[in-house]
C-alpha cells in the first residue's frame, strides 16, 4: 500500500486531518520536522529575546507610564489621565508641536512624491551614462543625516550662507533668513530634506520598471500621446508605488527629529519654530525628566499616526490598482 | 534649541563631571578620611564627568588627589553632554548612583540625592568668605541654576568662577577716540550698541560687538517680574532693548547668531581682533593673552532701569546621595575647591573662585584686563529664580528672531507674551507640584 492510500483510508475511515497530521508526526520525516522546528525557535531565541526586552516589554511599560507622573529619580505615582488631560488643554507646547509637525507634513509629503516622480520619470530615459545620474542623485541618501543637517545650516547661514549669496546676487536684498526665521525654518527643513529625494526617486523608479512594455504598445497603437500615456498607463500602474512611498513619507514625517535636533540645536534655528512632535517627547522626558508625560505624547502620537495609516489603507481600495490582484481574481 | 545651548555653555562649562562607585575594591575606609594610606584600605570613587569637561585640568585634578591619597582611586567615565543628565538619573533610579558628579538638575537637590557640603565646610575649616556671593549665597534660590547653594544648603564648592562679561578691544577704541568703559557700572544697552556701530568696519570684516540673543545677555528682570512669576516680555524696557538690539544686528554692527555664536566663537573672534567687543564667557584669559590683543573686560550691558546682573557659575562637583563612601567623596571636594583652584589657575588660567586665591596666586599678574576682571564679578547678584528657565523662553527667542527678520519690536514680543505666560505658569506649576 502506497502511504497515499494509507492517509486516504484513515481518512475515510473516520480520522481528521488532525488525526492523520498527528500520526504523521510520529513517522521520521515527522520527527526530523520537530527537530527543525526546535533548532528554529534556538536560533530564533536571541531575537525573540531582545523583541521582548527592548521592544514589547518597553512597549507596554511605556503604556502604563503614561498614566503616571514618573520623573526617573522618584518613585512613580499613578494619575489616571491626567497627563492626557494636561497635554490636550495645558500645554503649548503640545499644540505647537502638532502645528509644526503638521506644517511639515503638508509641505513635505505632496512635494517629495511628485518631486521623487519627476526625478524617476527622468531616470527612466534610456540615454547613455544614466547610471551615473542615478548614482549621483542617489548619493545624498545614504550620507548621515546629521552630517547633511550640518552642511545645510551652512548653506543656509541667512548673512553669508552659499544660498542667500547667490538670491543677493540676482537682485533679492532682502532674502529669507531661512533657519533663523520663524516663519521660514520648517520649509528650510523641507528644503533640506528635499536634497535626499533620490532615495524615493528610486523606488519611484523600480516601480516605473515593473510597469510592461506591452502597455504602452497597446497604448501607442491606440494613438495615445506622452501625457495619455503617463495619465492613463503609468500612473495607475504606479498606484501600488505610490500608496507605498505615500505610507512612509507620512511616517518619516510623523518621525522628524535628527535634523531638526541639529539645526536647532547647534546653529540656526531657535525658539519654538522647530519643536517638532518627537522632538518635544525629548524634550518632556529627557530635558524636563517628565517621563510619565512624554510617554503619554509618544502614545498620541502612535494612535494619530495608526489612525492616518488606517485611514488611509482604508481608501486605498478605491485608487490603488494593482495588475494581479488575487482577490479580484478570485 | 539657543537657550539650550547657552545652559550648556554656562553650564556645561561647569557641568564638567561626574563620577561614582567603581569596579575596584569598594571596601569602606577604616578610620577617619585625611589619614595616610597605610591606614586605610584601598577605596575606589566613581566620577562622571562630560565628555565635554574632561580636559586637562580634570586630568591634573585626579592625578594630584590620587598623589595625595594614595588609598582613594577614581574611576572618571565621561559621557557626552547631552546625555549626562538621563545617564545620572537613570543610575540613581537603579539605586547606583556615581560617588561623585556635577549638578545637572535642581531636582536631584530637591529630592535629598545630592549630598550637603556645609558640615565638611566647618570640619575642613574651608574658607567660603572670600568666595564670590553669587556662587556660595545664604539665601534661598540664589544662583540656584548654575551655584552651589540651594534652599539655604550648600551642594558643591567649585574650583573657578565662570562668569558671562564684556571683553573689549582698547587699540579699536583708541583708534576711534572713545573712552574705554570702566569695569562697573555697565554700559546701557543702547550705548552698547552705538559703541559697536562706531567700531564696526565691513571693508576690515570687524564687527564692533557681538552679544547673541537678548535674553542671554540682558538682566533676566527685563523679561520676568522680581518674583520669576510673571512674563513682562513686552513692557517698554524690554520692547526698546530688543529693538535697539536687533537694530545692531540688522544694520551689520553684530553678527546674528546664524553667523557667529558668541559662547562659542566669540573669544576666538576676539582673538583675531575681528570683534570690537563681545558678551561671552571671562574664560579665555590665556588665549587672548596669547594673541597679542590689548583687551578689557567689562560689565555685560543692562536694560533701562534694570540693576545690571552678571551670571555666573562653577564646576557643580558633588557626592551623590547613594554613594557607599561619602567621607573619601567629600575629601575630594574639598580638594578641588582648595588645591583645585590653584591647579586650575596653573593649568588653565581661569578665574578662582575666591578673591583669596586670585590675590595669593597673583592671578592678575599685574595684567590690566584680568584686573577689571576681578572688579567686574564682586557685582554679581541673585538671580531670578525660574524653574526650567530655558524652556519658557522659545517665545522670546522666535520673537527676536522675528524682530531681527524687520517686525516691530511691540508687536512681536505682544505675540511673545501670553506663550511665554502660559510656559511659565506650567513651569511653576510643576515646580510646586513638587
Redesign the interface.
Known amino acids: 500500500m502506497r502511504a497515499g492510500d494509507r492517509l486516504c483510508d484513515e481518512v475515510r475511515e473516520g480520522g481528521s486531518l488532525i488525526t492523520v497530521k498527528a500520526r504523521g508526526r510520529r513517522s521520521g520525516i515527522g520527527r526530523l520536522a520537530r527537530r527543525e522546528e526546535r533548532s528554529a525557535y534556538l536560533f530564533l531565541l536571541p531575537w525573540l529575546g531582545g523583541l521582548l526586552a527592548f521592544w514589547i516589554v518597553p512597549i507596554l511599560w511605556s503604556i502604563a507610564l503614561s498614566g503616571s507622573d514618573w520623573d526617573i529619580i522618584s518613585s512613580p505615582h499613578w494619575v489616571g489621565l491626567a497627563n492626557f488631560k494636561e497635554m490636550l488643554f495645558d500645554d503649548r507646547h503640545f499644540w505647537l508641536a502638532i502645528r509644526v509637525t503638521l506644517k511639515y507634513m503638508l509641505l513635505s509629503v505632496p512635494l517629495y512624491m511628485v518631486v521623487g516622480l519627476l526625478l524617476s520619470l527622468l531616470l527612466n530615459l534610456k540615454i547613455r551614462g544614466m547610471n551615473v545620474f542615478r548614482t549621483i542623485l542617489f548619493i545624498p541618501s545614504v550620507l548621515s543625516g546629521v552630517a547633511v543637517a550640518v552642511l545645510w545650516v551652512a548653506l543656509l547661514n541667512p548673512d553669508v550662507g552659499a544660498l542667500n549669496e547667490v538670491l543677493r546676487a540676482i537682485g533679492i536684498h532682502n532674502p529669507p533668513r531661512w533657519l533663523a526665521s520663524p516663519t521660514w525654518a520648517v520649509p528650510s527643513v523641507v528644503l533640506i530634506g528635499l536634497w535626499g529625494v533620490g532615495g524615493g526617486a528610486i523606488i519611484w523608479l523600480a516601480g516605473l520598471q515593473n510597469i510592461g512594455a506591452q502597455l504602452y504598445e497597446a497604448a501607442l497603437l491606440d494613438g495615445a500621446g506622452p501625457w495619455e500615456r503617463f495619465r492613463y498607463v503609468t500612473f495607475p500602474m504606479l498606484t501600488p508605488t505610490l500608496l507605498f512611498v505615500l505610507l512612509t513619507s507620512l511616517i518619516d514625517a510623523f518621525q522628524v527629529f535628527d535634523t531638526a535636533f541639529i539645526v536647532s540645536g547647534a546653529q540656526g534655528a531657535v525658539g519654538d519654530s522647530l519643536r517638532f512632535y518627537l522632538l518635544n517627547v525629548w524634550y518632556e522626558g529627557f530635558q524636563n525628566g517628565r517621563l510619565g508625560y512624554a510617554s503619554a505624547e509618544s502614545w498620541v502620537l502612535v494612535l494619530a499616526a495608526a489612525f492616518v495609516i488606517l485611514l488611509i489603507f482604508k481608501t486605498s481600495g478605491r485608487w490603488v490598482y494593482y495588475e494581479y490582484d488575487p482577490e479580484r481574481e478570485r | ?5 547657552l545652559a550648556s555653555a554656562l553650564a556645561v562649562v561647569a557641568v564638567i563631571g561626574a563620577g561614582c562607585s567603581g569596579g575596584s575594591p569598594k571596601t569602606t575606609s577604616s578610620g577617619p578620611p585625611g589619614q595616610t594610606a597605610q591606614s586605610h584600605e584601598e577605596v575606589t570613587l566613581d566620577f562622571w564627568v562630560t565628555e565635554e569637561g574632561q580636559d586637562e585640568f580634570l586630568d591634573a585634578l585626579v592625578k594630584g588627589f590620587e598623589a595625595k591619597y594614595p588609598y582613594i582611586h577614581i574611576n572618571l567615565t565621561a559621557f557626552p553632554e547631552d546625555n549626562y ?2 545617564k545620572i ?2 543610575a ?2 537603579a539605586g547606583n548612583p556615581p560617588d561623585l558628579g556635577a549638578i545637572a ?1 535642581l ?2 537637590l530637591r ?1 535629598g ?1 545630592v549630598l550637603p557640603l556645609d558640615d565638611l565646610v566647618k570640619s575642613d575649616g574651608i574658607d567660603l568668605s572670600s568666595y564670590n556671593s553669587s556662587i556660595i549665597g545664604d539665601t534661598t534660590h540664589v544662583n540656584g541654576e548654575f551655584g552651589c547653594e540651594f534652599q539655604g544648603k550648600l551642594y558643591c564648592l567649585g574650583s573657578y568662577l565662570g562668569a558671562v562679561g564684556v571683553f573689549y578691544n582698547k587699540d579699536m577704541f583708541e583708534a576711534h577716540g572713545i573712552t574705554p568703559p570702566a569695569p562697573y557700572p555697565p554700559m546701557s544697552i543702547d550705548q552698547f550698541v552705538d559703541t559697536a556701530c562706531t567700531l564696526t568696519d565691513k571693508d576690515k570684516g570687524i564687527w564692533g560687538g557681538a552679544y547673541g ?1 537678548p535674553v542671554t545677555v540682558l538682566p533676566w528682570e527685563t523679561e520676568f517680574s522680581e518674583d520669576g512669576r510673571e512674563a513682562i516680555v513686552n513692557s517698554p524696557t524690554a520692547v526698546h532693548a530688543y529693538d535697539v538690539m536687533a537694530k545692531g544686528i540688522r544694520e551689520g554692527c553684530a ?5 557667529m ?1 558668541p559662547w562659542e566663537q566669540g573669544a576666538d573672534y576676539f582673538s583675531q581682533g575681528k570683534l570690537g567687543m563681545v558678551v561671552t564667557d571671562l574664560q579665555s584669559f590665556k588665549k587672548i593673552e596669547k594673541a597679542g590683543i590689548n583687551y578689557g573686560v567689562t560689565f555685560p550691558p543692562t536694560a533701562d532701569s534694570v540693576e545690571p546682573f552678571l551670571q555666573t557659575w562653577t564646576d557643580t562637583f558633588c557626592v551623590f546621595a547613594g554613594t557607599e563612601h561619602p567621607d573619601e567623596a567629600k575629601l575630594f571636594i574639598a580638594y578641588q575647591t582648595t588645591e583645585g583652584q590653584r591647579l586650575r589657575v596653573q593649568v588653565t588660567g581661569d578665574m578662582p573662585i575666591s578673591t583669596a586665591v586670585a590675590d595669593k596666586m597673583n592671578w592678575a599678574g599685574g595684567i590690566p584686563g584680568r584686573e577689571e576682571a576681578l572688579q567686574v564679578v564682586p557685582h554679581a547678584r541673585p538671580a531670578v529664580f525660574i524653574p ?1 528657565r530655558w ?1 519658557t523662553v ?6 527676536f ?2 524682530i ?3 517686525e516691530s519690536a511691540q508687536q512681536a514680543l505682544d505675540d511673545a507674551e501670553p ?1 511665554v505666560q ?2 511659565l505658569d ?1 513651569a511653576w506649576k ?1 515646580w510646586d507640584a513638587g
Do not use: C, H
Not at chain 2, 1 to 5: F, S
Not at chain 2, 255 to 259: A, E, F, I, K, N
Open positions: 534649541m539657543r537657550w539650550q545651548r543628565g538621563t538619573e537613570t540613581i533610579a538638575n531636582r536631584w529630592e540625592k540673543y553678527p546674528s547668531l546664524s553667523t555664536d526650567n524652556d522659545g517665545a522670546v527667542f522666535e520673537a528672531d522675528k531681527v527678520g524687520g506663550k502660559a510656559d506650567k510643576e
